[in-house]
C-alpha cells in the first residue's frame, strides 16, 4: 500500500503565508512527479505546482510568482511554500505523486486525502 499524508492546512489572513507538505510512505519503489492540486468549493480540481525527480518545477498561473516548490527526493517528500496568499487561493489541496508501487509493474498516480487552506480578507 502507498499513503500520501498532508500536513500544514489551516486558517491565514489575506496576504500570510503557509506551508504544506507531504510525505509519501508505503511500498514505493520510484517516484516521478510530486506535486500539489487543489479544488475549491463549486469548482474542478487545478493544477498548482509540479516538481520531478530532477527539480524542473511547472506552476499554475496563479501560483507562479506567490508560491514555491520543492522537494527532498530521500524522504519522498514535497512542500509547497505559499506567500502573498489571496482568498481565491481557498481550497483543498491535495498532495500527487506519479510513482511505481512494488507488484503494479508501472506509474500510477495516487493522491493524499487533502487539506483545507482558508485564507480570510
Known amino acids: 500500500q502507498v499513503h500520501l499524508v498532508e500536513f500544514g492546512g489551516g486558517l491565514v489572513q489575506a496576504g500570510g503565508s503557509l506551508r504544506l507538505s507531504c510525505t509519501a510512505s508505503g511500498s514505493i519503489l520510484s517516484i516521478k512527479d510530486m506535486g500539489w492540486y487543489r479544488q475549491a468549493p463549486g469548482k474542478q480540481r487545478e493544477l498548482v505546482a509540479l516538481?520531478?525527480?530532477?527539480?524542473?518545477?511547472n506552476y499554475a498561473d496563479s501560483a507562479k510568482g506567490r508560491f514555491t516548490i520543492s522537494r527532498d527526493n530521500a524522504k519522498n517528500t514535497v512542500i509547497l511554500q505559499m506567500n502573498s496568499l489571496k482568498s481565491e487561493d481557498t481550497a483543498v489541496y491535495y498532495c500527487y505523486a506519479d510513482l511505481e508501487s512494488y507488484g503494479l509493474g508501472t506509474y500510477m498516480d495516487f493522491w493524499g486525502k487533502g487539506t483545507l487552506v482558508t485564507v480570510s480578507s
Open positions: 516538481i520531478t525527480t530532477g527539480g524542473s518545477t
